[in-house]
Every structure is written in C-alpha cells, then in structure tokens.
C-alpha cells in the first residue's frame, strides 16, 4: 500500500522519453482501467456513506491528483497499487468546496458538481483545468442543472451552486457532452421524480458510472442509449459498493497502433472490441489484421500501412482521443489521407511536433491532410497534451535515429507505464 502522492518513478517537468527504432513489437501487454473512468467513479463516491473499493485501477497521474482533490473535500483515499485498488471511505463528514488549486490542474473536477448538488443541496466549485486544446465550456453543465431547479451564481472565478432539492425533468443536451451527462446523471439520482436525458453520451464510460450508481441503489434506465432516465431516490438511499473499472480503450488502442505501425504481432489483453468498433474498422481498412480473442484482440501489423479518410464524431463513431494515433499512422502510410476534427477544432496543435519527424501534413480548419512517408527522422518534440504524446512515441517507433520526448508529465497523466509496457513488446524506448 502507498500514500495518494507516492509514485513508482519520480513525475518531473523535466522528464523525458527517448525513442529509437527496433524490431516489430510482439509479447502481450495488458491494458489498465480508464482513465475517462475512474476520476467520474471516484467523484461519485462522494454520494453514499462507507467504504468504496474501486479495482482495476490504473497507476496514472490524474488519479493522484483527483485523490488530492477528493481528500480535501473529505474522502479518505489508500491506492493499493500491487492489488490495483482504491480503498475510499466517506463518512458523511464533507467540505463543500472544491478549491482551485486542486481543480485547474484536472479537468475531471467538474465532476464533482453533480453528486454534491444532488446529495446536499450546495456546492462551490472553482472553473476546471486540464488539456488545453481548446475551449471545451461547462455551459451545458449548468443549464442542464438548472432545468433540473439549481440556481448558479459566479464569484471571483467560482461556480456557487444551490439547490434544497432538485426536481425531475427533461433534458435535451444541445451535444452529446460526457462531462454534462456525467454530472447530469448524478445529480439526477437525489431528484425528486424522473428525469430523461436526452441525446445523452453513449461512451462505454457513461455505461460504467450507471452500473456502478446502480449497484448503489440508483434507479436508471437505457444504459447504453442516448436516452437515460433517472428514477430518483431519497438522499440516504445509496450504498458504498465494490467496483471493477472498465478497460481503457484508448490506451488499447494505443498499443493496437504501435504494433500497426511497426509491423508488429501484440495480444492486447483487456481490449474490449466492442467499445471501439469503428475504429477497428479503420484500422482493418488500413491493412491491420485484428482477432477478436476471449480476453483481448490480437494485433499482426502490415508491411505498411495503407492511408485512409478519417472523421471524428462523438460514440460510437471514432473518438478525438484516438486522432493523434491515426495521424501518427498515417504520416507512415501508403497514399494520402484526410482527417478531419468535427469536435475540438484546436486538437491539431501536435502537428507541428509531427512535421519535426519529418511528417507530411497540411491543416486546414478542422481538416489535415497526411502525405504519408516512408520513413520519420527521430528529432527532439514537445507532448502538448496526453493522447498527442502517445502518438509521438508511437510515431518515433518508426523514426531514423533518436526520438526524445519532452513535458511527459502529460502523458503521465493518462498511460500507466507506456514505457515499461512498450518496453516488454521489444521496443527501444527509455524514461530520462
């Protein structure tokens, strides 16, 4: 067992990953919890009393950090990393207010809005942090809460948030957003009546949280659909539960691309494939053979890959996680592909970094074209954010030379060992 803050290598700003070329990856590698997962299952322990037990738990940054932030609000977090557990007691004894300190440096804080409001009645929270790859408003958040008879107020750079009892109603989200359904679903759980959420996020992440509030006592009904209803119950009606995390299915698809791209063969153990099924159409198009297995997929990468279009669109269509790996992918690619960013327009940032490989990629508003090159040449590049790092050590698996990537701290924050897993595949990768 180790404290919240205690990690297996020391997460410094000055870290950084050098990446040369090798053979194709092989072994096996196992994919962790969700990151998209666990913050929200963590924030809604904060709507029962008792012992919460949360398993299959990744080993990341953001989970630190979210501990932080819980245990400031008053939860009392042990990370058992050699069983993978969360151990989480909340004994009714709670402070209000998340501060700001805690909350710029974790997006996932604005979870904690709809489980307080919904189980108190009050909550102050200040404006959340996170990536920055574009503005990405709670606007929905607080309308949604609204309707459901919150009442907001904005001071000095905090959400002040009421309301005696919130009541069920309906609701037609403007987007499918995860963040507001996330919150919206949990604040519903203590409304007094039924509300319906409409076009509601389908994400696999969303069907974890409403298991886990089921298995606490929560009345919900379309898990899965872009229709929710919530039942609510009295506010003392929750339990604390045992909890098993779902599969991270970016990070395995992160692992699915690196053995793509070099060609390599990779059991991908955990990898769900049914939560990431056009995606693996696209890269079936690509030239990757992918197998369904009992426990995972396995991998058997091409001699090359073949170019394709890519869209992103929200679930089930392919994510703006998953992006900065096909770019990266297809920068090595037979042909020319089209990618265009239907979601976050300024998630294109990382191209750049890409063209220092010698990557040939043109933007144009929402849109990138990838010539793709035979070979990357490995240079110095800068990780803007979590899922655009990955791609950058996935791209310098097949880069000429030495690839060193700098400012990991943000893939710290979403990938539980990269370089150890990539390590045990066969790839030259170190941690400096």
Do not use: W
Not at 138 to 162: K, N, P, S, V, W
Not at 195 to 224: F, Y
Not at 376 to 405: H, K, N
């Amino acid at each position: 067992m180790s404290s919240i803050g205690a990690r297996t290598f020391a997460v410094s700003p000055g870290a950084r990953i050098k990446v040369t070329p090798g053979t194709p990856l092989s072994g096996t590698v196992e994919v962790p919890g969700a990151k998209n997962s666990v913050l929200k299952l963590m924030a809604a322990c904060l709507m029962a009393d008792g012992n919460f037990v949360l398993s299959n738990v990744p080993d990341i940054e953001d989970v630190v950090t979210m501990s932080e932030l819980l245990s400031s609000i008053g939860l009392v977090i042990e990370h058992h990393r050699d069983t993978k557990e969360l151990h989480i007691t909340n004994n009714g004894n709670l402070q209000l207010f998340a501060p700001y300190e805690l909350v710029e440096r974790i997006r996932a804080s604005v979870n904690v809005l709809g489980p307080l409001l919904g189980r108190f009645g009050e909550v102050r929270i200040a404006l959340p942090g996170g990536d920055d790859f574009g503005s990405r408003p709670i606007d929905m958040h607080l309308r949604g809460l609204t309707e459901l008879g919150a009442q907001f107020e904005m001071r000095h750079g905090d959400i002040y948030a009421r309301a005696e009892r919130l009541h069920g109603t309906n609701i037609t989200l403007d987007f499918p957003s995860v963040g507001a359904t996330e919150n919206l679903l949990t604040a519903a759980v203590f409304a007094k009546g039924s509300t319906s959420i409409e076009n509601a996020a389908r994400e696999p992440e969303i069907g974890d949280l409403c298991n886990m509030l089921v298995a606490m006592g929560a009345d919900i009904e379309g898990i899965g659909s872009s229709t929710l209803i919530v039942h609510g119950v009295e506010r003392n009606a929750l339990r604390a539960v045992h909890h098993t995390v779902v599969a991270d299915r970016v990070q395995a698809a992160t692992y699915i691309a690196a053995a793509a791209i070099t060609g390599g063969e990779v059991e991908v153990q955990g990898a769900i494939a049914g939560h990431m099924e056009m995606l693996l159409t696209r890269f079936t198009d690509m030239g990757v053979v992918l197998v369904e297995q009992t426990d995972g997929i396995l991998v058997i990468g091409p001699e090359r890959l073949k170019s394709i279009d890519v869209v992103t669109l929200p679930y089930p269509g392919i994510a703006t996680d998953y992006k900065p790996l096909v770019v990266a992918m297809l920068s090595v690619a037979e042909g020319v592909g089209i990618v265009t960013e239907n979601l976050y327009p300024g998630r294109f940032r990382y191209v750049d970094e890409l063209q220092r490989l010698g990557a040939n990629i043109r933007t144009d508003g929402h849109h990138a074209v990838v010539r793709g090159e035979m070979k990357l040449s490995g240079a110095p590049v800068r990780a803007p954010d979590i899922r655009a790092g990955a791609a950058l050590v996935v791209a310098g698996l097949v880069a000429e030379g030495e690839t060193i990537i700098s400012d990991v701290h943000h893939i710290d924050r979403g990938y539980d060992d990269l370089v150890g897993r990539l390590c045990a595949l066969g790839a030259n990768i170190t941690r400096l």
